[in-house]
């Protein structure tokens, strides 16, 4: 079946550092979406992205769309203790039924 | 955050007994969705739910059924649970399911030990 890979799984970095998370799918995708799972919390909607190529961006946070639909990154500029937590990716398949397809996550920790 | 919460929010069980967990949203969604979270696996969908007495099966729904008499409630249950169902179990509303803008919305969860 269609599968969403994330990589890497864990990530250290020291505060000020940068960050990138990259999630590839086997199938090309509707849209992209990005969500933000703080340490016992729940996941919350960060961004979508539609266009093949599309960039978008959220203050630090730059979001990037692969030009062939199947592929995208989240990159966090000079990290803030703030933007620990475990960062999922999901991907709507082109023929959607509405079910998002979620990547395993990647998990920020920040070292002040 | 939307109006979704979640009953209850702790539970621990035994080996063989049925448990059912609630959703319930204020937010008249039509779809709703139950998701298991584990470890190196992310979020994975059980079941959900397109519109009342409509629902349909997600990539681990083995152990699981599900019902849904009105818009605002989504009840998942384990007929016999059993220690591998041992989760975090988060619902989800979306507005639409054939959207391209669609977005999910999260509850806040239930951590269920099966013992």
């Known amino acids: 079946g269609q599968q969403v890979m994330q990589i890497p799984q864990y990530q250290h970095v020291q505060e000020g550092e940068d960050f990138t998370t990259y999630c590839n799918s086997s199938?090309?995708?509707?849209?992209i979406q990005w969500y933000k799972q703080r340490p016992g919390g729940h996941p919350v909607f960060l961004i979508q992205?539609?266009?093949?190529?599309e960039v978008k961006k959220q203050k630090r946070l730059t979001f990037q769309f692969g030009e062939a639909k199947k592929n995208s990154s989240l990159h966090i500029t000079a990290t803030q203790t703030t933007d620990v937590g475990t960062y999922f990716c999901?991907?709507?398949?082109?023929?959607?039924?509405?079910?998002?397809?979620f990547g395993q996550g990647t998990t920020l920790q920040v070292k002040p | 955050d939307a109006g979704i919460t979640q009953s209850p929010r702790h539970k621990v069980t035994e080996t063989g007994t049925p448990v059912t967990l609630r959703c319930h949203q204020t937010?008249?969604?039509?779809?709703m969705y139950w998701y298991r979270q584990d470890p190196g696996h992310g979020l994975r969908l059980i079941h959900y739910?397109?519109?009342?007495?409509?629902?349909d099966k997600g990539e681990v729904s083995d152990g699981y059924s599900v019902s849904r008499s009105k818009t605002e409630d989504f009840l998942l249950t384990l007929e016999s649970a059993t220690s591998s169902q041992t989760s975090v179990y988060f619902c989800?509303?979306?507005?639409?399911?054939?959207?391209?803008?669609?977005?999910?919305?999260f509850g806040p969860g239930t951590r269920l030990t099966v013992l």
């Open positions: 989800a509303i979306s507005d639409s399911g054939r959207h391209v803008t669609d977005t999910q919305y």
């Open positions: 199938t090309t995708l509707s849209n």
């Open positions: 992205l539609v266009k093949s190529g």
């Open positions: 999901a991907g709507l398949r082109s023929s959607n039924t509405g079910k998002l397809i």
């Open positions: 937010e008249n969604h039509r779809y």
């Open positions: 739910s397109y519109g009342v007495k409509d629902t």
